[in-house]
């Protein structure tokens, strides 16, 4: 089926030569005014603007955008999809200052969420991420990362893997999915980490494989988590089974996490609130992309990331979400934008281009998604704003109307097709 979305007022391409974009790159993108995109099935056929009349003897349907702006679909690097339970329990605690390691350390945070996890049955799960991933898309994310995490054990680690595939499956949206076996010690092995690393590298790291559940491995490196050893051995070993690997890294503590992204040429390091400069600059020769997390920042109230020290030295930087049931359990990524913004110092193409172009190399989906361009995946999301900067201004709210997923009209009105 073709169809021709036309009477855009702004259509932001986010189009570039070389990417990820970089440096001075990031401020920059291509805007068409009085724009059309045609879609022919789930690709893009062409992009122009004024007259679009030679396309309309072949279309299927002529959609009207009103003067609204219209961009990619929006990509979200970093979520921690499926979960058991909620954590709301907690936040009085973090409001009086408790730390989050000393939740984690007391059996709460994540251990919690595990525990919520192992009893949860598929059902629930699923019921559960496919709600989460509605109301992303209705915030225009057609693409997002989903990590496991909350089962460390191989039983509930592989059923959370499958709730995000069947997600993938059956939802609009890309999901990719990203094993985090490493994410806590668990309660069981916890006067005997030493024993859990063995049963990640000997044990869980090779049975995903096997079952080809994922494409990505993570791990926490953090103060009472897992040092850098224990994370080098873990990545190596997926390294070796053919995991391409990332590293949650200097969340609160740095423990030399960004510098094992960069000796390992990781995709990514996520969080990076604490890292040293001269990690920083091992992270730019190494081409490591710094996938930020503002929102986490915000609700933890926490220092932000060095986001612009981090771009002036040439790392390639993302924003993301890291919606979680703890510290960030937000699924709209128009507001982490917003706090990005703000808390980095960053314009709203830099935060717009951080998140969907960078974003879609973080997830080495670039030839697919991150761009309107001929030939990508037709993902487009219309807001109904004069101008891009207005979404980033007028913050809180949720400025998508319309969302093309692969072609297909998904949300119409703010609403799921």
């Given at each position: 089926m073709?169809?021709?979305?036309?009477n855009i007022?702004?259509?932001?391409?986010?189009?570039n030569s070389?990417?990820p974009?970089k440096?001075?790159?990031?401020?920059k993108?291509?805007?068409?005014e009085?724009?059309?995109?045609?879609m022919?099935d789930?690709?893009i056929e062409a992009?122009?603007?004024?007259?679009?009349?030679?396309?309309?003897?072949?279309c299927s349907?002529?959609f009207d955008a009103e003067?609204?702006?219209?961009?990619?679909?929006l990509?979200d690097a970093h979520t921690h999809?499926v979960?058991?339970?909620?954590?709301e329990?907690?936040?009085?605690?973090k409001?009086?200052?408790?730390e989050y390691?000393?939740i984690l350390?007391?059996?709460?945070g994540?251990l919690?969420?595990?525990e919520?996890?192992?009893?949860a049955?598929f059902?629930?799960?699923?019921e559960?991420?496919?709600?989460f991933?509605d109301?992303?898309l209705l915030?225009?994310?057609?693409t997002?990362?989903?990590k496991s995490?909350?089962g460390l054990?191989l039983?509930?680690?592989?059923k959370?893997?499958?709730?995000?595939?069947?997600?993938?499956?059956?939802h609009p949206?890309d999901?990719i999915?990203?094993?985090m076996?490493?994410?806590?010690i668990?309660?069981?092995y916890k006067?005997h980490p030493?024993q859990?690393?063995d049963?990640?590298i000997?044990e869980l790291?090779?049975e995903?494989?096997k079952?080809?559940?994922a494409k990505?491995?993570?791990i926490?490196?953090e103060?009472?988590v897992?040092?850098?050893?224990?994370?080098?051995k873990i990545?190596?070993?997926?390294?070796?089974?053919?995991?391409?690997?990332?590293i949650?890294?200097d969340?609160v503590?740095?423990?030399?996490?960004?510098?094992?992204?960069a000796?390992?040429?990781?995709?990514?390091?996520e969080?990076?609130?604490?890292?040293?400069?001269?990690?920083m600059?091992?992270m730019a020769?190494s081409?490591?992309?710094?996938?930020?997390?503002?929102?986490?920042?915000?609700?933890?109230?926490?220092?932000y990331?060095?986001?612009?020290k981090?771009?002036d030295k040439?790392?390639a930087?993302?924003i993301?979400s890291d919606?979680?049931p703890?510290?960030?359990?937000n699924?709209?990524?128009?507001?982490?934008?917003q706090i990005?913004s703000?808390?980095y110092?960053?314009?709203?193409i830099?935060?717009?281009?951080?998140?969907?172009v960078n974003?879609s190399?973080s997830?080495?989906?670039n030839d697919?998604?991150?761009?309107?361009e001929?030939?990508?995946?037709?993902d487009?999301?219309?807001?109904?704003?004069?101008n891009?900067d207005y979404?980033?201004y007028h913050?809180g709210?949720?400025h998508v109307?319309?969302?093309?997923?692969?072609g297909e009209l998904?949300v119409e009105?703010?609403m799921?097709v």
């Amino acid at each position: 089926m073709k169809t021709i979305i036309y009477n855009i007022g702004k259509l932001y391409t986010m189009k570039n030569s070389e990417v990820p974009l970089k440096k001075d790159a990031l401020a920059k993108c291509e805007i068409l005014e009085n724009a059309y995109i045609v879609m022919n099935d789930d690709k893009i056929e062409a992009v122009g603007t004024g007259d679009y009349s030679q396309y309309v003897a072949e279309c299927s349907e002529l959609f009207d955008a009103e003067g609204k702006i219209a961009l990619p679909g929006l990509i979200d690097a970093h979520t921690h999809l499926v979960f058991g339970g909620s954590r709301e329990h907690e936040y009085a605690q973090k409001v009086a200052g408790v730390e989050y390691l000393d939740i984690l350390r007391a059996g709460g945070g994540i251990l919690s969420t595990v525990e919520a996890t192992r009893k949860a049955s598929f059902d629930e799960l699923y019921e559960k991420s496919m709600h989460f991933a509605d109301s992303m898309l209705l915030h225009g994310v057609t693409t997002f990362e989903a990590k496991s995490g909350y089962g460390l054990n191989l039983e509930t680690e592989v059923k959370q893997l499958k709730v995000a595939r069947k997600v993938n499956e059956d939802h609009p949206s890309d999901v990719i999915s990203t094993f985090m076996p490493a994410h806590a010690i668990p309660t069981e092995y916890k006067e005997h980490p030493e024993q859990y690393v063995d049963l990640v590298i000997n044990e869980l790291l090779p049975e995903v494989k096997k079952m080809d559940l994922a494409k990505y491995v993570d791990i926490f490196c953090e103060d009472a988590v897992f040092n850098k050893e224990q994370s080098k051995k873990i990545l190596t070993k997926a390294q070796e089974l053919g995991y391409i690997v990332k590293i949650h890294a200097d969340e609160v503590v740095p423990m030399g996490g960004a510098a094992l992204a960069a000796e390992l040429h990781a995709i990514s390091a996520e969080h990076l609130m604490a890292t040293p400069e001269e990690d920083m600059e091992a992270m730019a020769k190494s081409n490591v992309i710094a996938n930020l997390l503002p929102a986490t920042t915000f609700n933890l109230g926490k220092d932000y990331a060095q986001a612009r020290k981090m771009i002036d030295k040439g790392l390639a930087v993302t924003i993301c979400s890291d919606f979680n049931p703890g510290s960030c359990p937000n699924e709209n990524l128009q507001l982490t934008l917003q706090i990005a913004s703000r808390g980095y110092a960053m314009t709203p193409i830099e935060v717009y281009n951080s998140a969907i172009v960078n974003g879609s190399c973080s997830l080495q989906m670039n030839d697919k998604v991150g761009s309107i361009e001929v030939g990508k995946q037709a993902d487009v999301v219309i807001m109904n704003a004069p101008n891009l900067d207005y979404t980033i201004y007028h913050f809180g709210v949720n400025h998508v109307a319309h969302v093309f997923k692969n072609g297909e009209l998904v949300v119409e009105d703010q609403m799921l097709v």
